[in-house]
């Protein structure tokens, strides 16, 4: 078969294109001309409102193009380790053995807040379930079994619970959720803290396993008998119903956009210098006692001045302008008190032993 | 095709004559292409297990050979055992053969011997078309319906016959093991149908003609058909578990991911591929991630011996009946 010569002339063309089009592209990357790319990568929970924040910095500050991938917040730990991104982003504070394998200084700045949320699905129940915190660990630690189970009762005098066993679902994928919900139990909990602890993907005691917020919430839809965690973002976009948890102070509180930024100004007296703190079972009458921070990440010294600047002013917009999408979003912003501390963890960002701010 | 095995010429030779200049330049630079393209795929193999196992050396050390009879799974603390995991891929996939084997070879039979073509055709057709949909669904569905209908209709009665057995005890949920096995059963129907269809098809119909001829009912014709076609049926099979060992998604979403081995089909369980999904984004220290490697590791040599004992059997079988057949 011969290719005619108007085919030929046409693929000609098409490569000639091909080849001008990656020609400017390559020019277009190498010259850069004033515009900074930043690149971050991290924890999948404030993903939404990070592309929120990206898009209207963007709009106000032409030169700057941001880049974030959720990847999960180990993923940002590592990567930020590994050098390969600009910023990193986790739900938990970095440890300190994770500080001690980085290469530099990590500046940790809290950008909002966001709770777990018990859902649960038992029939003949009609008005939101309450949990004392250890009557909640002992379900997960299996020594709870039964939904009529006395202690239940307690919180819930007059509720009509039914005498079936009680199936837990928890998350069979490593995550944030997970470290928040099993660092409240931690505390509340010393045979908790004793035989699972905290963390991202812990051994669990029986239950079921469900991969993702939305298989958590799936399998609690379907299954009578079942209680689960998820985020309260997402227990809020999907209307599920939700139980009120008992705080320090006493109260059964409902999870509220409030209820969690009250935790943070709660836990404001324990709060390190460096930001890095767990916020749940915090002091306050009207906490939300399972709520935590979700951290952005960075080297306190920045290789490269123009993007440590960038960075610098888009944290800045963030936690001030920024702030101001979270209700929406629904994640809690952050508490005055905090957003001042998290300011002075800005300016301390330098280039070459010059500040940036 | 088989025949032409007997004349093959040896790799020294096939490389010789395809680098002379004698003969057509154009069958020379055909063949070397298409022996590239066939080498390619043996060193992705060969390289993928080799990447696998230096990746899992970490593990290969730290547990030795203890990693395949561990039975708990406990990263926090760093112990790592694979035997649920194994158990839970072998579980599964053995009851979705079960399920599945009977449904495809019925379907084939209908298609091939029974239904006019008017009805053949939109059949094949639907079947094929369930092969297509993406596992993802197939799992949404197991959670929103199958799981569902399992609970309410089909576990309640099997614990209720046969709770006698140590196979239909403990709580009902619809999330466990039977669970895992039915979806994986109706993911590898269309693969196993189709492929047994293609075969059946391809018996020759004198052999039909000549049992008809001989007074075969058509139950009779149909075995005689079966028996024919074994080699090939075998090959189906083996394709479909192929399939129901890795599958992920689907499975994943119904099985329930918890890493313990019980004699329960109702109770949750984990399979390799499941856990490998689960954890392997945020497997952040080197042991763990070592650990999950060397899950897929196991994950290949439990296709790979699976594949070859399923061969071997194959190949008994079909020796065992041609010899039946020439005694009979």
Not at chain 1, 54 to 77: H, L, N, W
Not at chain 1, 101 to 128: E, K, R
Not at chain 1, 207 to 228: C, F, L, M
Not at chain 2, 2 to 18: D, Q, T, V, Y
């Amino acid at each position: 078969m011969r290719l005619s010569n108007m085919s030929l002339r046409v693929f000609a063309f098409f490569i000639v294109a091909v080849l001008i089009a990656i020609a400017a592209l390559a020019c277009n990357g190498n010259k850069g001309g004033g515009t900074v790319k930043l690149q971050g990568a991290g924890a999948t929970f404030p993903n939404p409102l990070y592309q929120k924040w990206i898009s209207e910095f963007s709009k106000a500050t032409p030169s700057v193009q941001i880049d974030y991938q959720s990847i999960g917040s180990g993923g940002g730990i590592k990567q930020l380790q590994a050098q390969t991104v600009d910023f990193g982003a986790s739900d938990a504070p970095m440890t300190e053995e994770e500080l001690k394998a980085s290469p530099g200084p990590v500046v940790h700045i809290p950008t909002v807040l966001g709770a777990v949320v018990i859902t649960y699905n038992v029939p003949g129940v009609s008005s939101a379930l309450r949990f004392s915190p250890e009557v909640l660990a002992d379900i997960y630690l299996g020594k709870i079994t039964k939904w009529n189970d006395a202690r239940i009762h307690a919180d819930n005098p007059g509720a009509n619970l039914p005498a079936n066993d009680i199936s837990t679902v928890h998350r069979s994928d490593s995550s944030g959720t997970t470290f928040v919900f099993t660092d409240y139990f931690s505390k509340v909990s010393s045979e908790w803290k004793e035989k699972v602890g905290a963390n991202k993907m812990p051994k669990w005691i029986g239950g079921i396993g469900a991969k993702g917020n939305e298989g958590v919430t799936g399998q609690v839809k379907n299954t009578p008998n079942t209680i689960g965690y998820v985020e309260l973002a997402y227990a809020v976009q999907n209307k599920l119903p939700v139980a009120l948890i008992k705080n320090k102070a006493g109260n059964f509180v409902e999870p509220t956009i409030d209820g969690v930024t009250a935790a943070a100004a709660g836990a404001i007296a324990t709060t390190p210098e460096d930001l890095r703190v767990s916020i749940t079972d915090a002091d306050g009458a009207t906490v939300y006692p399972i709520s935590s921070y979700t951290y952005v990440l960075a080297y306190q010294d920045q290789k490269d001045a123009a993007k440590g600047k960038a960075l610098v002013d888009f944290l800045w917009w963030g936690i001030h302008d920024g702030e101001n999408f979270a209700k929406d979003l629904q994640y809690a912003p952050l508490p005055a008190e905090i957003v001042k501390r998290a300011e002075a963890k800005i300016n301390s960002f330098t280039s070459g032993g010059k500040p940036l701010r | 095709m088989r025949e032409a095995g007997g004349r093959r010429p040896s790799l020294n030779s096939f490389i010789k004559s395809a680098l002379s200049p004698t003969g057509n330049l154009g069958d020379s630079v055909f063949r070397l292409l298409m022996f590239a393209v066939a080498a390619l795929m043996v060193i992705f193999v060969v390289g993928m297990i080799l990447a696998l196992a230096s990746h899992s050396l970490p593990s290969l050390r730290g547990f030795g050979f203890g990693f395949l009879t561990g039975t708990e799974w406990d990263p926090p603390k760093t112990i790592f055992g694979a035997l649920p995991f194994i158990y839970g891929t072998l579980a599964s996939s053995l009851i979705a053969l079960v399920i599945s084997v009977p449904l495809s070879l019925g379907v084939a039979v209908f298609l091939v011997e029974q239904a006019p073509s008017w009805l053949a055709r939109p059949v094949t057709f639907l079947v094929e078309l369930l092969a297509a949909i993406p596992s993802v669904v197939y799992g949404l569905w197991g959670i929103f319906v199958l799981a569902p209908i399992l609970r309410e209709h089909v576990e309640p009665p099997l614990a209720r016959w046969f709770g006698s057995l140590p196979l239909f005890r403990g709580p009902i949920t619809g999330i466990g093991l039977l669970t895992g096995g039915v979806i994986l059963a109706i993911m590898i129907t269309p693969i196993i149908s189709a492929v047994v269809r293609d075969v059946l098809a391809a018996v020759p119909n004198t052999q039909r003609e000549a049992a008809l001829a001989l007074g075969a009912t058509k139950w009779e014709t149909t075995q005689v058909v079966l028996v024919n076609g074994a080699p090939g049926i075998a090959g189906a099979i083996i394709l479909g578990l192929g399939r129901a060992i890795g599958e992920t998604m689907a499975v994943t979403m119904v099985i329930g991911n918890r890493p313990e081995i019980s004699l329960s089909l109702f109770h949750p369980s984990y399979t390799l591929a499941s856990v490998i999904a689960n954890e392997f984004t945020e497997a952040t220290d080197d042991i763990y991630l070592s650990s999950l490697i060397e899950l897929g590791l196991i994950l290949f040599l439990v296709t790979f011996v699976v594949n070859a004992i399923a061969r071997v059997l194959v190949w008994r079988v079909t020796r065992t009946s041609a010899a039946a057949g020439l005694a009979a």
